[in-house]
């Protein structure tokens, strides 16, 4: 489990492509100050394990769903990313419950500036939309933000420039793919209130046929 607070910024400085996944090197400092092989560390709001390490980084392996469900494909050397530890029992909960599992990507349709506040506004599909709620939180790239505003086609956040200055959002462009996790707790409360989908009935192969074959 994760807070969406990034605890650093580190650099991919290889990514090693097989035929359906891949393998991170990321340069690190913060995250490794405790680390053991098998930690989770959020990459750019995906929850990876630390395969390896080292004085100055870690590895992960990125499988085939995970290419396919975040924007971690579009990652090359040289890029930065948003790194976080799993929330310790003792720690603050700053932000809000994130489980490193993206449910997609967005697209960064708009970004403006309004006094000290920047602008982002993220271009969606529906099957992510229908959990984003006006003030409720999401998580863009790891980071744990307040939606301010939301449409049948996209929504907006408003970050400090704090926030844009320690992330990737400093980095981010018009056009850019973004992962996005929606809160946990809104696609559980959907779960448990839909009805059951009834499986239908097996047939029992009795026919017409059939009976008249035996005599009814």
Known sequence: MFTGIVEEMGTLKAIRKGPHSAVLEIQAKVVLEDIHLGDSIAVNGVCLTATSYSPTGFT????????????????????RVNL??????NGRFGGHIVAGHVDGVGTVQRITRDDNAIWYTIAAGPEILRYVVEKGSITIDGISLTVAKVDS???????????VSVTVLADRKV??????????????????LSP???SPAPASGITK????RYGF
């Open 60 to 79: 992960a392996d990125v499988m085939h769903e995970t290419l396919n469900r975040s924007a971690l494909a579009t990652l090359r050397p040289g890029s």
């Open 84 to 89: 976080e530890r799993a929330m310790a029992a």
């Open 153 to 163: 086609q996209s929504f907006a956040i408003s970050a400090i420039p704090h926030t």
């Open 175 to 192: 056009g850019d793919l973004v992962n996005l996790e929606t809160d946990i707790i809104g696609k559980y409360v959907e779960k448990l």
């Open 196 to 198: 059951p989908q009834e």
């Open 209 to 212: 046929e059939f009976l008249t």
